[in-house]
């Protein structure tokens, strides 16, 4: 395997020309008598770098793995085979089994990939596709072309900022039941947070596609979907490293991966006709079926209507789960951090429940959900195929070539970050200073970005403040907490933290 790399950055010190430039702003308003928030805002960017918390992060290798070794530790993990200079380095290609992979690692290849170039990079790997198939069926995530087109027009209407008002409330009111439920627990008493996250989120996204509980089923879709990530492992490692598809690594568990499909088909069916029977009038299902009958373009079958269902059902959870489990993880740690969280949600709310309105009045509180996505990106490797030949830094890309955009690097890349691996939410607090969209992309970009973005940002914010404003939950001492990366990133094991009433 080699490894080739372009990097045109010289040794920038970020720290150094923070210091400098918030010198400058320091100086310049002390002259003119005048107190600049991007003044405080340095100060506080300074005084948080002192005594930032650092979560733990995978080990990062000296030098590039050779080609097995990179195969053996990608199939333990797909984040542990990065040398240190994966996340200097701007353009990347490997070479593995005589095939080429690109990793594009500057926001202006990200553009290029995502935007200038979108049609060339529109396709997920086949590796994907073969991996994801028996679960969504050709549904929004793994479908391209005039297909991907025509269902993703007729759905985005369904994620605007009105249909996520009306949606909130279930936030709110599942992130309550929740409370309530925590409530009824004996002080102290352990949580185990991965899966009370994963129970709150596929419950919200439930009852807003179809109107009806999961229940009891909460915990068997959730089981179902860990099962068959672990059953499409191997073949997603192929897919991530860009292998032929012939290798058949990826064959082994497909009779597992498909039993485990058919056991969320099942749940998932039985969801859909609760729903039916109990009315669905106020539903994401009833307004799909709606949207369905307006369209003018090719409508959707019966059996795509429940692809689509089942995609927005699995990506509707998981990443916002994986991601608010991080993010209680990251506060225990963080009590300064948590302190100020604390302090905004008791302001802004005053013990009463959260809305829809209160979600731009609690800016720290998305701050430490932002910062937290930087950190642990639930979905940290973007996979698309060249349809075409390309050219890029005089490098020629062959056409079926394996191009990754990594947020996972991108999101503690070097040259882009002050303590790129320090949890500091206050680098999302200044309005003017927002991170470059293709540098900072938890739900990706382009065309192709998340359906689900606002959702899943008001759900977040919703469900923290709802929870944070009555309880904290803490780490027992000596707990050493790693990661699990599989199509998504999460904590490893079950997150067990003790609830504490504030
Ligand atoms: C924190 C929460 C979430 C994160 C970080 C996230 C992240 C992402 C990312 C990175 C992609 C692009 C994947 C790729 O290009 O390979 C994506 C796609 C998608 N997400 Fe999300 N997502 C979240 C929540 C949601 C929610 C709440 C929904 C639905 C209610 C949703 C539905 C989808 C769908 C349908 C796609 C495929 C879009 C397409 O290909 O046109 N996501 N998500």
């Known amino acids: 395997m080699h490894l080739t790399f372009d990097s045109r950055f010289g040794p920038v010190s970020f720290p150094y020309l923070l210091l400098l430039t918030g010198n400058l702003i320091k100086v310049t308003s002390a002259f003119l008598g005048l107190c600049y928030s991007a003044d405080l805002f340095q100060a506080t960017m300074l005084m948080m770098m002192d005594t930032a918390f650092v979560p733990p992060y995978p080990k990062r290798h000296k030098s590039d793995l050779g080609g097995i070794a990179t195969l053996l530790s990608a199939k333990r993990d797909l984040l542990s085979f990065w040398s240190e200079d994966s996340f200097r380095y701007q353009f990347m290609s490997r070479r593995i089994l005589n095939r080429s992979i690109f990793i594009a690692n500057t926001p202006e290849l990200v553009k290029y990939v995502f935007v200038t170039q979108k049609d060339n990079y529109e396709s997920k ?3 994907m596709r073969k991996a994801l198939e028996p679960l969504l069926g050709d549904g929004l995530f793994i479908s391209d072309g005039e297909l991907w087109k025509n269902r993703r027009l007729l759905q985005n209407g369904l994620f605007d900022t009105h249909h996520i008002q009306a949606y909130s409330q279930i936030m709110t009111d599942t992130a309550a039941e929740m409370a309530e439920h925590w409530a009824s627990l004996p002080a102290g008493s352990s949580v185990g947070v991965l899966s009370a996250m994963g129970q709150l989120t596929s419950e919200i996204i439930a009852r807003t596609l179809f109107g009806a509980r999961l229940g009891q089923d909460a915990a068997a879709v959730i089981h179902a979907f860990a099962d068959y990530q672990a059953a499409i492992e191997q073949i997603h490692v192929t897919n991530f490293l860009g292998l032929p598809e012939w290798i058949p690594i990826g064959s082994l568990n497909m009779g597992k991966a498909k039993a485990a499909a058919q056991r969320i088909h099942a749940i998932v069916d039985h969801v859909i006709a609760k729903g039916e029977q109990g009315g669905y009038e106020h539903t994401l ?29 699995m990506a509707g959870h998981e990443t916002t789960a994986n991601a608010l489990s991080w993010v209680w993880y990251l506060l225990s740690q963080s009590p300064d951090s948590e302190a100020k969280m604390h302090a905004e949600i008791d302001r802004v709310l ?7 309105e209160d979600v731009s009045n609690l800016p720290y509180t998305r701050a430490v959900f932002e910062e937290t996505m930087r950190l642990y990106p639930p979905v940290p490797i973007l996979s698309r195929q060249a349809k075409a030949e390309d050219t890029i830094r005089r490098r020629k890309i062959p056409a079926g070539s394996i191009m990754l955009v990594v947020p996972w690097l991108l999101h503690r890349h ?6 790129p691996d320090a949890f500091i939410p206050e680098r999302f607090m200044d309005v003017n200073k927002r991170p470059d969209k293709f540098l900072y992309l938890p739900f990706s970009v382009g065309p192709r970005v998340c359906i689900g973005k606002m959702f899943g940002m008001v759900e977040a914010v919703l469900a923290i403040a709802t929870l944070a404003q009555h309880f904290r939950l803490s780490l027992p001492q000596g707990t050493a907490i790693t990661h699990e990366c599989r199509l998504t990133l999460r ?6 933290m003790r609830l504490e009433r504030r």
């Not at 005053?350 to 829809?356: D, I, V």
């Not at 070097?414 to 303590?419: A, I, L, P, V």
């Not at 904590?491 to 067990?496: E, I, K």
């Open 285 to 313: 299902l009833n307004e799909l079926l709606a949207a369905n009958q307006r369209s003018k373009g090719v409508a959707i079958s019966r059996e795509g209507i429940r692809n689509e269902l089942i995609v927005l059902f």
């Open 350 to 356: 005053g013990g009463r429940l959260p809305a829809y």
């Open 491 to 496: 904590p490893r094991g079950a997150l067990a």
């Open 125 to 127: 790997s086949p590796q």
């Open 414 to 419: 070097r040259d882009y970050w002050e303590q």
